[in-house]
C-alpha cells in the first residue's frame, strides 16, 4: 500500500505541472481603504501617481478611491497601434464594479451617480506634459437630476462644459481657444467678468454651443454612453505620451527607459459646489528657497485646472484659515505624515469638498537648485536622511542654477521699473521680447538672447520656454504651468503681472504705460518679481551655507580629483573659489591673442630664419612668463598643467585681404609675403595637420621659448614662499618616438634654466606628460607610458579621431543619431562608453601597466558631464578637469559615483 501510495503523488504532481497555466500580467490595480493593491514601490508599471494614491491610502489618508491601468498595458497599446492589450477591458470593466459598490453609486446613473477623471501619470514626473480628464460620466439626463440632487443646478452644469471641454479638447483635439472664446462671449453677453459669475441659464447656453462646436469638429455628437466616454478618455491619455509636448519635455529632461504612462482612473470629487468647496496645489516646503514652511495656493469654489492653468489667481495656502481652518489644520498634519514617510519636499493637490477634504496627489516637489540644497541640508539637520543621502539627492546638472550671475545691484537700482509680479522662479535674466514659443525658439537658434512674454503659458510652449532666458506671464500664480516649468528647468521666471497687457498678436505689450514691442529689451529678477525696461549689468554668484556644506560632504565621500581648465589669473582664481584642486589644462595659444602678443605671434610666423623667429619669441618669453607667474600664484600651490602649442600657425594669421594688408603694414613686410605664408600654411585638414607637437619637434624654438618661460615664472613665484606645481604636457603624441624626443628636449630647456637661477634639481619638481587624443596612442598608451609622468585624455579631439567626425560639422547629423537611437547621448557632450571610452580603458590599463604610478585625467569637456564623470571614476582616473563653473558640478558628481559603488558593493555582497 504504502508503494502504490507513493505512486498516487507523484501522479498528482505530474498532473499538476500539466494543468497548470502561465499566469496573465496583472494591467490594472485598485485604490481606496483596505483593498488598495499597489505600493509605491511600483513607481515603474503605476507611475508615480498611481503608486503614491495607493501609498497614501495605505498611510489611511483621504483619498478618492479609484484604480490605475499599468504603464505596461500603455506599452502595449503603443505596440498594437492604438488598441488595448488582451485582458484589459475586462480588468477595467471589473474595477469600476468594485469603485461602483465602493461608492454606492454608478457611471451615467442619474440617481446615484458616479463621476471619474482620468488622469496620466508616468514613473516620472513630466507636469503638464501629458492629458487629464475631469468630470467624466455627465450627459444631459445625469446633470439635470445632479443638480437637483446637490440643491445646485449651477454647479452640475458648470461641471457638464467643463467636461465637454476637456474632452473635446483633450480627446478629440477640438481647439481649446474655440471653447475659450465661446465663454468669453457668453460672459459678455451678461455683462460678467468671471465664470463664477455665470448662473444656470447662462451655462444652459455655453453648454449648447460648446456640443454644436464638438459636433462642428468632429462630424459625431458628443458621446452619452459613460462607458463610450471612459474607453475614449484612457486612448487619449495612452496617446498623449507621444504628443509633441511630451516627446520634447522627455528629451529636454533627459527621461529615457520609461514603458509610457500609466492611467488612473478616479472617483470625481469637487471644488466647486460653492464658497465651502475649493482646490489648491502646495508644497510641503518653499520650492523656490527651500524654506521650511507650507507654502502653496488655493481658489475656493474651483476645479484644479483653474489653479495651474492660470485663468485665476489663487490665494496663499495660509488664507485657507479664514475660509476653513479645519481644513488647513488637517493638511498641516497630512504634510508632516508624508514627508516622514518619503523623507523628501511633495508637492501636493487636494480638493475641499463641502468642507471635507481629500489627496488627490503627492509626488516628489521639483525645486530650484538653491531650494533642493536647503532641503537636503535641512533634512540631515533634521535627521531625516543621512549625508550620504543629501548628496545622492541633488542633481549636479541643476547646480548651473546657482553658479550664474544676478543682477549688479546698482544697476538694477537704476534700472526703470516696469511692474512687479511674481517671484515665480529666482534668478536675473535680460533679453529681446518675444510674444510665441516659436519666435523664442528661432531667435534663440540665431544667437539672440530673448525674454518669452506670454498672457498664461501652455504645455505646447516648452521648447519656446526652454530656449528663452526667462519668462513673463500676465496671469497665473507660482503653481501655475510657467512657475513649475520655469523652476524645473532653472529659468528666471516672473508670473502674474497684472498691470501687463499683452497683444501678441500686433507685438506689443503695455506696462504702466510703457509701450514694449518686439525685440525691445526688458530684464526679468525671478528672486523679487521685478520687471524692468532695458538690459541690466550681472554680478557673479557667491558660495556660501547650503552650498558650502553639501559641498564639503561630497568632497568627503568623492575618490576624483576636480581640476579646471583655464587660461588667465582671473578664470582660475574663480575656479579655485568653485573647489577646483588645480589646473588640468590651461591652452597656451590663448594667450597669444592679445595686443601686442598676436604681432609678435605672427612676426615669428613670417620670420625667414630660425633667428627671425628666435627674435619674435623673445618677445613673447616676458608676456608668457607673467601669465604663468600670475597663474601659479592664483593656485596657491596647487597643480597645474601647462599644454604646449597645439592649433596649427595658420590660424594666427589673418585670412582676408584687409587683415593681412594691415599685418604687412605694421610688421614692414611686403603684403605678398603674407599671402604667400598663408597659402603655404593652409591645410585640407588642419585637425590632423601640422600641430601639436609635430610644430615642436620641427620648429623647437617654439618649446623651448614656452618652457623657459613656465620654469622661469615657476622659479620666480617659489623664490615668493609660494609652493608651485608645474606639469608640462606635450600634446597630439600619437608615437611613444614623439614623446621621448620631445621629452628630451624639455628637460634639456629646465635643466638650463636651473642651472642659470642656481636652482637644485630636485628642489623644484615638475612632471612632464601628455595628452592621449589620437587613437593610436591609445591603443599603444604602454610604449607611450614609458615616457610619461601622467596622461590626459583629450576627448574632444578623441572623440573626432575616434568616431571619425568633426565636432564643427557634427551638429548637421548627430541630433538625428541620438534621436534613432544610434547615440544613446552627443558623444561630444557625453563620452561614447562603447567606443571612445574603450580607448581611454585600454590606455588606462596599458599604461599602468607600464608605468604603476603614472597619473591619468581627462581634460577634455566630457570632465564637466556627470554621467562622463562617472566613468571617469570606474575606469580609475585620478582626477576630471572641467570648465571653471562646472567644477562642482563634477565635485558632485564624483562623489555621487563613490556613494553609488559603494552602495553596489555593499549590496553585492549581501
Known amino acids: 500500500m504504502a508503494r502504490k501510495a507513493r505512486k498516487t503523488r507523484k501522479q498528482r504532481v505530474s498532473t499538476k505541472k500539466i494543468t497548470t497555466k502561465k499566469k496573465t500580467k496583472k494591467l490594472v490595480y485598485f485604490f481606496g481603504g483596505k483593498q488598495t493593491e499597489g505600493r509605491a514601490e511600483q513607481k515603474d508599471i503605476l507611475g508615480g501617481k498611481g503608486a503614491n494614491l495607493a501609498e497614501m491610502c495605505r498611510l489611511g489618508l483621504p483619498v478618492p478611491p479609484g484604480f490605475t491601468i499599468t504603464a505596461e498595458a500603455c506599452a502595449a497599446f503603443q505596440d498594437l497601434k492604438g488598441k488595448w492589450p488582451k485582458g484589459l477591458k475586462e480588468e477595467v470593466l471589473r474595477n469600476i464594479k468594485k469603485l461602483e459598490n465602493m461608492m454606492s453609486a454608478k457611471l451615467g446613473d442619474p440617481k446615484k451617480t458616479l463621476l471619474v477623471s482620468v488622469r496620466s501619470g508616468a514613473a516620472i514626473s513630466m507636469p503638464g506634459m501629458m492629458d487629464t480628464v475631469l468630470n467624466l460620466g455627465l450627459c444631459p439626463e445625469v446633470v439635470q437630476t445632479l443638480g437637483d440632487k446637490m440643491g445646485n443646478p449651477r454647479f452640475a452644469w458648470d461641471a457638464y462644459r467643463r467636461f465637454i471641454q476637456m474632452f473635446g479638447d483633450v480627446v478629440m483635439g477640438v481647439p481649446h481657444d474655440n471653447f475659450e472664446a465661446i465663454l468669453q462671449s457668453v460672459k459678455e453677453e451678461y455683462g460678467v467678468k468671471s465664470d463664477t459669475d455665470l448662473d444656470e441659464g447662462a451655462l444652459h447656453k455655453v453648454v449648447k454651443r460648446y456640443l454644436k462646436l464638438y459636433k462642428k469638429f468632429t462630424r459625431e455628437d458628443f458621446p452619452l454612453d459613460p462607458m463610450v466616454q471612459l474607453e475614449k478618455a484612457i486612448n487619449a491619455v495612452f496617446g498623449s505620451w507621444n504628443n509633441p509636448r511630451a516627446v520634447k519635455y522627455r528629451e529636454l529632461n533627459d527621461i529615457k527607459g520609461l514603458l509610457g504612462t500609466a492611467v488612473n482612473v478616479q472617483t470625481m470629487v469637487f471644488g466647486n459646489l460653492g464658497e465651502t468647496s475649493g482646490t489648491g496645489v502646495a508644497f510641503t516646503r518653499n520650492p523656490a528657497t527651500g524654506t521650511n514652511k507650507f507654502y502653496g495656493e488655493f481658489l475656493m469654489n474651483a476645479q484644479g485646472e483653474d489653479v495651474v492653468a492660470g485663468i485665476r489667481t489663487p490665494r496663499p495656502i495660509q488664507d485657507l484659515a479664514k475660509q476653513n481652518p479645519a481644513a488647513l489644520k488637517e493638511l498641516m498634519k497630512i504634510r508632516k505624515v508624508l514627508e516622514k514617510h518619503y523623507k523628501d519636499m511633495q508637492d501636493i493637490e487636494f480638493t475641499i469638498q463641502e468642507g471635507k477634504l481629500y489627496m488627490l496627489q503627492t509626488r516628489t516637489g521639483k525645486r530650484t537648485a538653491a531650494a533642493a540644497l536647503k532641503v537636503a541640508v535641512d533634512m540631515v539637520k533634521e535627521r531625516l536622511i543621512t549625508r550620504e543621502q543629501a548628496v545622492l539627492r541633488i542633481d549636479p546638472s541643476q547646480l548651473d542654477q546657482v553658479l550664474h550671475p544676478t543682477f549688479d545691484p546698482k544697476s538694477e537700482k537704476a534700472a526703470k521699473l516696469l511692474t512687479k509680479g511674481l517671484p515665480a522662479s529666482p534668478g536675473a535674466a535680460s533679453g529681446k521680447v518675444v510674444f510665441t514659443a516659436e519666435e523664442a525658439e528661432e531667435w534663440a537658434a540665431k544667437k539672440e538672447k530673448v525674454i518669452l512674454v506670454r498672457t498664461e503659458t501652455s504645455p505646447e510652449d516648452i521648447g519656446g520656454m526652454n530656449a528663452a532666458q526667462g519668462i513673463l506671464t500676465a496671469r497665473g500664480g507660482m503653481t501655475s504651468h510657467a512657475a513649475v516649468v520655469a523652476r524645473g528647468m532653472g529659468k528666471c521666471c516672473v508670473a502674474g503681472a497684472g498691470g501687463a497687457s499683452i497683444d501678441s498678436n500686433s507685438g506689443k505689450m503695455i506696462i504702466a504705460g510703457v509701450k514694449v514691442s518686439r525685440g525691445d529689451w526688458i530684464s526679468l529678477n ?385
Open 526 to 910: 525671478g528672486s523679487t518679481g521685478a520687471v524692468y525696461l532695458g538690459r541690466i549689468n550681472t554680478t557673479e554668484p557667491k558660495l556660501t551655507g547650503d552650498f558650502k556644506t553639501l559641498m564639503g560632504w561630497a568632497d568627503k565621500f568623492r575618490r576624483l580629483g576636480v581640476r579646471t581648465n583655464a587660461d588667465t589669473p582671473h578664470d582660475t582664481a574663480a575656479a579655485v573659489r568653485f573647489g577646483a584642486e588645480g589646473i588640468g589644462l590651461c591652452r597656451t595659444e590663448h594667450m597669444f591673442f592679445e595686443g601686442d602678443r598676436i604681432l609678435a605671434m605672427r612676426e615669428m610666423i613670417l620670420a625667414d630664419d630660425l633667428e627671425g623667429r628666435k627674435k619674435a619669441l623673445a618677445k613673447l618669453l616676458p608676456m608668457q612668463r607673467n601669465d604663468f607667474i600670475g597663474i601659479f600664484k592664483a593656485l596657491k600651490g596647487r597643480p597645474c598643467t601647462i599644454r604646449l602649442l597645439d592649433p596649427p600657425l595658420h590660424e594666427f594669421l589673418p585670412h582676408d585681404k584687409d587683415g593681412q594688408q594691415e599685418i604687412a603694414r605694421i610688421i614692414g613686410v611686403n603684403i605678398r609675403k603674407v599671402k604667400e605664408k598663408v597659402e603655404a600654411l593652409s591645410e585640407f585638414n588642419p585637425m590632423l595637420g601640422f600641430r601639436g607637437c609635430r610644430l615642436g619637434l620641427i620648429y623647437p624654438e617654439i618649446n623651448t621659448m614656452q618652457v623657459r618661460a613656465i620654469v622661469e615664472a615657476a622659479i620666480k613665484v617659489k623664490q615668493s614662499k609660494t609652493k608651485v606645481r608645474p606639469e608640462i604636457m606635450i600634446p597630439l603624441v600619437g608615437k611613444a618616438e614623439e614623446l621621448a624626443i620631445a621629452r628630451k628636449m624639455v628637460e634639456q630647456v629646465i635643466g638650463e634654466v636651473f642651472k642659470e637661477n642656481k636652482i637644485r634639481k630636485g628642489s623644484l619638481p615638475i612632471s612632464i606628460g601628455t595628452m592621449i587624443e589620437v587613437p593610436r596612442a591609445a591603443v599603444t598608451a604602454d610604449e607611450i607610458a614609458a615616457h610619461a609622468d601622467f596622461f590626459s585624455f583629450g576627448t574632444n579631439d578623441l572623440t573626432q579621431m575616434g568616431c571619425g567626425f568633426s565636432r564643427d560639422d557634427a551638429g548637421k547629423f548627430l541630433p538625428k543619431y541620438v534621436e534613432m537611437g544610434i547615440y544613446e547621448y552627443d558623444p561630444f557632450q557625453s563620452l561614447d562608453e562603447g567606443g571612445v571610452g574603450r580607448l581611454v580603458d585600454i590606455a588606462v590599463q596599458q599604461g599602468r601597466k607600464t608605468n604603476k604610478g603614472l597619473k591619468l585625467g581627462i581634460c577634455g569637456e566630457h570632465g564637466g558631464d556627470p554621467r562622463s564623470v562617472e566613468f571617469c571614476h570606474r575606469v580609475g582616473l585620478n582626477y576630471v578637469s572641467c570648465s571653471p563653473f562646472r567644477v562642482p558640478i563634477a565635485r558632485l558628481a564624483a562623489a555621487q559615483a563613490a556613494l553609488r559603488e559603494k552602495s553596489a558593493k555593499k549590496t553585492a555582497r549581501r
